[in-house]
């Protein structure tokens, strides 16, 4: 290599280094994921493929294969928000088919409320969806749920 040419390089390189390093600060990499627990049934294939689908986005998940009533009422869930399985994140209950990316938004804004929640089990939500549900959406909303109990809609999914 040339020495004009190793010169270039290492100017160039040292140029680039104060923005590099100032574009890190700016956008530092995320938090690693609080680790979730998850109680569930074990012979339900809707569960097992909700934990699948948090795996696959990064969450690392711990699985107890009962107890989901028990923890849901311990942990202060109202019955009408129930779902298949519970689970716990960072503080927050997460009850039913959550899809990973409200899971994400809820660490990061830090609400004062006890979790989320999706009611029942809604076809075309995370662990409820693919070709055995013949890739049918229904309509559903994600619940913030409340200390005192009540809900407000967090998100909507396949609404017109």
């Keep these: 290599m040339s020495t004009n040419r190793r010169r270039f390089l290492l100017a160039a390189t040292a140029l ?3 923005g ?3 574009a890190q600060a700016k956008n530092p990499s995320p938090a690693p994921l609080p680790v979730m627990q998850v109680w569930k049934d074990p012979n339900c294939g809707c569960c097992h493929d909700w934990v699948e689908r948090l795996q696959a986005e990064g969450f690392t998940v711990q699985v107890f294969d009962t107890g989901n009533t028990a923890m849901r ?3 202060g869930l109202p019955v009408k928000y129930a779902s298949c399985h519970t689970a716990r994140i ?3 209950v997460i009850e039913g088919h959550v899809n990973p990316r409200e899971i994400r938004r809820l660490l990061a804004e830090k609400p004062d409320a006890i979790g989320l929640a999706v009611p029942g089990m809604p076809v075309g939500s995370p662990g ?12 559903y909303d994600v619940l913030l749920v409340q200390r005192d109990g009540t809900a407000r809609v967090y998100a909507s999914y396949f609404k017109s």
């Design 90 to 92: 960072g503080g927050y």
């Design 73 to 75: 009422q311990r942990l």
């Design 128 to 139: 409820m969806d693919g070709e055995v549900y013949g890739n049918r959406r229904d309509p």
């Design 16 to 18: 680039a280094l104060p």
């Design 20 to 22: 590099l390093a100032s």
